[in-house]
């Protein structure tokens, strides 16, 4: 029986800077070195889950170095310019791309390719999506599970064929005498790391993924929610102890309590809370200003959210909503907090280091974030917390 491996990893958010493409990716990747990841992710978006409205330096000082929070970088792009640059070799992955945005041939090619490019270093990470960067562009939102489950069955397929014709039934992604010639990287495909967190998309996990990648889920349900992904395993004919325990986890850390207080407490902080459900709302003592039944992230259009509205959504949020949704606290205190998730099962976290979230802003230059010290405190001992799992 395969063991799930240990491991850390960074995320990059892949925004463009007044300095052009390369400027923060290059910040974060070099955060990554410092503390020894094992692992670079990119996001991918057409559009920020932020408020654009909110996007000035009134409410965000890095809004000097980063003018347009929605102009986001196309991220297969980005991992193939960093294949060649990889000197720590890292593992490289999406975090996390969309099912039907993208035909799931193409994304089959694109990672297939970066694993090649990347000797065998490439991971994809894939989910649903948000509505937010489908439903604008003309891609149909209406069964984005559905569509999910099709997507992943189709990259498997193409990915098994052999190079043989594939002919395969489907209501979102049928194939009819498609051929798939990429050959593996010494007979091993990437991975795949599937972003969960409904009772469906954890048994999908269990039936195609490598990995589990939730971002929102709690320390005291990761452990019930893993277990569902382990049965679906088992009920595949799959090994589930092989399946890895990864985390997306944002971090909200500085060089005092001050600062960090600062951040929880800010405006465009308590905005981003908007990407929660209404039922963790409801766990705080609050209601959604988006409705009783708003399932949070995956139905969130915030371009359509003026700057006006998003201060009045910002005064009803609860501090301890910030403070669940982010990995908040000194570096110590991050570390705690994740060592929570380990205790549930945890094998795998990657840290998000988000723009400066308060509104001082160093001097405008392409250099890395004034918390990334912090950031890189976090993720390296994230590594003995992790590797402490038995202990």
Request: hydrophobic share 40%; with cysteine.
């Amino acid at each position: 029986m395969a063991m799930a491996k240990f491991g850390v990893g960074v995320m990059h958010n892949t925004i463009n800077s007044r300095f052009g493409p390369k400027p923060l990716i290059h910040a974060d990747y070099l955060t990554g070195l410092a503390c020894g990841a094992d692992s670079f992710w990119v996001a991918d978006h057409l559009n920020s889950v932020l408020r654009p409205s909110m996007w000035n330096t009134k409410h965000v000082g890095a809004a000097r170095i980063i003018p347009k929070m929605d102009a986001h970088l196309e991220p297969w792009t980005m991992l193939g310019y960093l294949a060649g640059r990889n000197k720590a070799r890292m593992r490289l992955g999406v975090a996390v791309t969309d099912a039907g945005r993208r035909n799931p041939a193409v994304t089959a090619q694109a990672v297939a390719s970066l694993h090649l490019l990347a000797k065998g270093r490439a991971v994809l990470g894939i989910g649903t999506g948000e509505r937010e960067s489908n439903a604008p562009y003309g891609v149909d939102w209406s069964q984005p599970v559905g569509r999910f489950e099709e997507a992943a069955a189709t990259i498997r397929a193409l990915w098994n064929s052999n190079g043989e014709l594939v002919s395969r039934d489907s209501e979102f992604f049928p194939l009819h005498n498609a051929t798939f010639a990429l050959p593996p990287y010494k007979g091993k495909w990437p991975e795949i790391w599937i972003a969960a967190h409904g009772p469906r998309m954890m048994r999908a996990t269990g039936k195609y993924a490598d990995g589990w990648f939730p971002g929102t889920t709690r320390a005291g349900e990761y452990g019930e929610q893993l277990e569902i992904v382990r049965t679906a395993a088992s009920n595949a004919g799959r090994d589930p102890q092989a399946i890895t325990p990864a985390l997306i986890r944002f971090i909200v850390t500085g060089r005092s309590r001050d600062e960090i207080d600062e951040v929880v407490d800010s405006d465009i902080a308590k905005v981003f809370t908007l990407n929660s459900p209404a039922k963790d709302w409801e766990r705080h003592g609050a209601q959604h200003p988006l409705g009783a039944d708003f399932t949070g992230v995956q139905d969130l259009i915030p371009q359509l959210i003026d700057e006006q509205t998003a201060l009045s959504y910002a005064a009803k949020v609860p501090r301890s909503l910030v403070r669940e949704l982010f990995a908040v606290g000194t570096p110590d205190e991050v570390i705690e907090q994740i060592a929570e998730f380990r205790d549930h099962g945890l094998r795998y976290p990657s840290w998000a280091m988000p723009v400066r979230f308060n509104r001082v802003c160093a001097k405008a230059r392409p250099r890395p974030r004034p918390t990334s010290r912090s950031c890189e405190a976090c993720a390296s001992s994230s590594k003995e917390a992790i590797g402490n799992a038995d202990d």
